[in-house]
């Protein structure tokens, strides 16, 4: 299967796939979204653009002059949004994983991808321990940098490149693990060693499918990002002008909606992508 034939393959189980992928972000992300809105309401001064896959940006919530009480309510509301953030994508990857023929509900989607979360969440916690570390490192040299004799600043720096190239080195052999843990129902280190071993002698080849799915994601979300940008910057004007919070709202909820469309078209497609070329890897090892 040539790069051609992932590509048809992962737009036939899109296809496949859409009814239940529709549930999944109507209940783990527009219903939670509506949820934490609401909530950010009734604590703040304004309503936050809060959404799962995209990130918190929580507008002016006075943190400083919250109650204890309130605080901790926050805190465990952020906890809980966190959480169904990561249900979302464990759903998404357990349905377009395992529904190979289109009838898998969404209640079963939900509850056996729950099995996969402590594993699944170790897995995350690998990763973003690789990821921090190459970026850690930079912050304190950054900041100590006036502090500290050249020659050690340059050597922080260049040790700051070596943790970055073998940082893109790990992530690439591990890209594999949770389709290997939900796919293979195995545990997390083993998920790790098996996707190490799957990508060994096709890392480049593996590296260039990464870069060209980052540049397909990047040419995407300009398409919809601009028409957001715009939005975004009438609902500024707007309220500075006249004041309209309906409007300025009515206009948030429009950009909302944008982005929800590209990343219902998006996310499963990407995740398909990996997971064929997953199924091709496997197959051709096996071979």
């Known amino acids: 299967m040539g790069l051609g034939e992932?590509?048809?393959q992962s737009f036939k189980d899109y296809k496949l796939n859409f009814k239940l992928i529709l549930k999944i972000f109507l209940w783990l992300s527009v219903v939670p979204y509506i949820l934490f809105t609401i909530f950010f309401a009734l604590i703040g001064d304004s309503v936050p653009g809060m959404s799962i896959f995209q990130g918190s940006s929580i507008e002016t919530v006075p943190l400083a002059s919250l109650s204890l009480g309130t605080g901790i309510i926050f805190a465990i509301v952020l906890i809980i949004n966190l959480f169904i953030g990561a249900w979302f994508y464990l759903s998404l990857y357990y349905s377009l994983i395992h529904n190979k023929k289109g009838k898998m509900s969404f209640s079963e989607t939900a509850k056996k991808s729950?099995?996969?979360f402590w594993r699944a969440l170790f897995i995350s916690l690998i990763i973003t321990l690789i990821i921090i570390f190459p970026g850690t490192l930079l912050g304190l040299t950054i900041a100590f940098w006036k502090s500290i004799p050249l020659i050690i600043g340059i050597l922080l720096i260049l040790s700051f490149i070596a943790f970055l190239i073998?940082?893109?080195?790990?992530?690439?052999?591990?890209?594999f693990s949770y389709y290997i843990l939900l796919g293979?129902?195995?545990?997390a280190i083993e998920s790790l060693k098996t996707s190490k071993a799957l990508v060994k002698g096709r890392w480049w080849l593996v590296l260039a499918y990464v870069l060209l799915t980052i540049l397909i994601i990047i040419t995407f979300s300009l398409v919809f990002a601009i028409p957001q940008?715009?939005?975004?910057?009438?609902?500024?004007?707007?309220?500075?002008?006249?004041?309209?919070?309906?409007l300025r709202f009515i206009l948030n909820i429009i950009s909302y909606i944008i982005g929800l469309a590209a990343n219902i078209a998006l996310i499963p497609f990407v995740i398909l992508?990996?997971?064929n070329l997953y199924l091709e890897l496997k197959g051709e090892k096996k071979e």
Not at 166 to 175: D, K, R, T
């Open 6 to 8: 992932v590509f048809k």
């Open 229 to 246: 940008l715009i939005i975004g910057a009438i609902a500024g004007l707007t309220l500075l002008a006249t004041q309209n919070i309906v």
């Open 273 to 275: 992508f990996f997971k």
């Open 184 to 187: 293979e129902n195995k545990k």
């Open 114 to 116: 729950l099995t996969y």
């Open 166 to 175: 073998y940082m893109v080195y790990l992530l690439i052999q591990f890209v």
